[in-house]
């Protein structure tokens, strides 16, 4: 299988983003993964495939010739995540899954159970890829990157008639910056879809509304034994920061349309404490009542304890795309129609995250996401399945073919 050869091809290039990096892109992984890709698509005959200099791979495929139809955009990210190694990745391919535990790391008793993850019981003798238990994957996104190439080789050598077709992948979207320096004018498209995650047939076109918050905690270190009325302990203003917000919108507890609070990490001592959370929410003015809550309770406790005992920075990452691309319902028309041409049954979901594609949509790129097939992303269990992929090149095919055969009736 073409987009199978192409995956366990990209994985084997370690290309975690950083967020601590100051450079552009944050690792250097990701410039060589890009310099392959280049490579790849020069020999499949995308003849001006280049890397700029901020480490974006862009590439053309041209229009069928006679064919008018808009300029359609393919994007996908080259870094994978940063919560586990993603160097050293030791993919196996699954043949023919039985439906039982699939033991990833004897050594380690790291398992793959459906207990665990029932949605392994559809992909019965089928293709699964699967890590050793000890990295990431990189499904996320580098089953995207396969699934593109393949579909522009077949657009490029089979008769499948298509518009000019845009394709770029991007460094650093897991932490944030995959579109700070994307080229939207000289990328040229009318619209364009990414191509990150997701089961078969999930078709999304709104995310969360996204925000980081900094909250530091400066106390007063006074010895233990004379400490009364004197010690102000910052790790336990911290906690009681942290027990300000709902306990019940937390990740563990929300699904759906349900945003959240999560404290993604904490350190500290009497002197000083940092707390470090991401805030989520679809609605806008929910998600503008959630930053004024954590505001809210530094207020309190800097009366509480005294001023500037508490500080919260907090900064906007995303928005919900939804506000840009219901003006243009027929860009989701069209994917919804290419599912089902390549046999899919489209689910349109909400992103329980956010792609490039939300922050590219505010910048005048209307970009909703078709899924690759991959499950569990960031995570020890990562897996994808070979069919899928597989399918989800059939279904760029597809769009691109109709969106031809639309515009020229």
Do not use: W
């Not at 890590?131 to 490029?156: C, M, P, Q, Y």
């Amino acid at each position: 299988m073409k987009t199978e050869e192409l995956f366990l091809h990209f994985v084997q290039y370690g290309t975690q983003s950083d967020d601590s990096s100051d450079t552009v892109p944050s690792t250097a992984g990701q410039l060589t993964l890009g310099r392959e890709l280049v490579r790849q698509m020069q020999e499949m005959g995308i003849t001006d495939a280049h890397q700029d200099g901020f480490g974006y791979v862009y590439g053309t495929i041209p229009a069928t010739p006679g064919v008018t139809a808009p300029v359609i955009g393919l994007i996908a990210h080259m870094d994978t995540a940063t919560e586990l190694p993603g160097d050293n990745v030791r993919p196996r391919v699954v043949p023919d899954y039985d439906g039982g535990d699939v033991v990833l790391n004897e050594a380690e008793n790291i398992v793959l159970r459906p207990a665990q993850f029932p949605a392994l019981k559809n992909y019965i003798g089928e293709r699964l890829i699967v890590t050793d238990g000890t990295t990431l994957l990189g499904a996320d996104d580098k089953a995207g990157l396969a699934e593109i190439l393949t579909a522009a080789e077949r657009l490029l050598n089979d008769e499948v008639p298509h518009g000019k077709v845009r394709i770029a992948f991007t460094p650093d979207e897991e932490i944030g910056r995959g579109a700070d320096h994307f080229d939207v004018a000289g990328f040229g498209a009318d619209f364009a879809y990414t191509v990150d995650g997701g089961p078969i047939g999930e078709l999304e076109c709104e995310n969360f509304n996204a925000a980081s918050a900094s909250v530091v905690i400066r106390g007063e270190n006074i010895h233990p034994g004379n400490a009364k009325g004197q010690m102000v302990n910052a790790t336990l203003l911290a906690m009681e920061f942290n027990s300000m917000l709902p306990g019940n919108e937390i990740p563990a507890t929300t699904e759906g349309y349900e945003g959240f609070f999560h404290l993604g990490g904490m350190q500290g001592d009497v002197e000083r404490a940092e707390l470090s959370y991401i805030i989520r929410d679809f609605d806008r003015d929910s998600f503008a009542r959630r930053k004024v809550l954590m505001q809210q309770a530094a207020a309190y406790l800097n009366l509480k304890y005294g001023a500037d005992r508490v500080q919260v920075t907090i900064t906007d990452s995303y928005f919900n795309m939804k506000e840009m691309l219901l003006p243009h319902p027929e860009i989701m028309e069209l994917a919804n129609a290419a599912m089902q041409a390549a046999g899919v049954t489209p689910v349109i979901v909400p992103i329980r995250g956010g792609t490039d594609g939300a922050r590219l949509s505010y910048m005048g790129l209307p970009c909703p996401n078709i899924c690759t097939g991959g499950h569990n992303p960031h995570g020890r269990y990562e897996f994808t399945v070979s069919e899928e992929m597989e399918k989800v090149a059939d279904v760029l095919v597809q769009l691109m073919r109709l969106a031809a055969e639309r515009t020229d009736a």
